[in-house]
């Protein structure tokens, strides 16, 4: 399977997410982009999880439908075509990192999963049912984690 490159302008992999990013402060979504998208991809999926959360894997972003031809998407917008779907918060669109006060930092998975046939996901899925409806259908995956902590 090939890689898909993920970056944002916003932090490194495995930096630290500014507080402009988080739930209790502005909560807009950080800019992302990519490359390396296979050309024969139908619809790209993203997610943002959090694996540390103390309920278990938390759905801080996650949308569906975007546009393969895509490179990346800005700050505080939805990726060109997609739908963003409901997150763990019970709301649609990003809801940013919010860990509990004194943990360790927490690691925000952005999955970025670009798939050979549309994905059908649920409105609410959660992130373990993400991970399978994207399974099959997945021709590349790329990843990039941000640590926040309050």
């Not at 992999?13 to 402009?20: E, L, Q």
């Not at 950080?30 to 894997?57: F, H, K, M, N, Q």
């Not at 972003?61 to 763990?88: C, F, H, K, M, Y």
Request: aromatic share 8%; with cysteine; proline share 10%.
């Amino acid at each position: 399977m090939t890689g898909i490159d993920i970056g944002s302008d916003a932090f490194q992999d495995h930096t630290f997410i500014g507080r402009r990013y988080a739930y209790e402060a502005a909560n807009v979504s950080p800019p992302l982009r990519w490359s390396g998208v296979p050309d024969d991809a139908a619809e790209l999926v993203l997610l943002c999880e959090d694996p540390d959360a103390p309920s278990g894997t938390f759905v801080h972003w996650l949308v569906a439908g975007i546009d393969p031809r895509s490179d990346g998407v800005g700050e505080g917008q939805a990726p060109p075509g997609g739908t963003e779907l409901v997150n763990g918060y019970g709301e649609r669109g990003w809801g940013g990192p919010h860990p509990p006060p004194g943990d360790e930092a927490h690691h925000y998975v952005f999955r970025l999963y670009a798939l050979s046939e549309p994905s059908a996901l649920p409105d609410a899925p959660r992130a373990d049912e993400v991970h399978e409806a994207v399974g099959k259908a997945r021709l590349a995956e790329g990843t990039l984690v941000g640590l926040y902590r309050r």
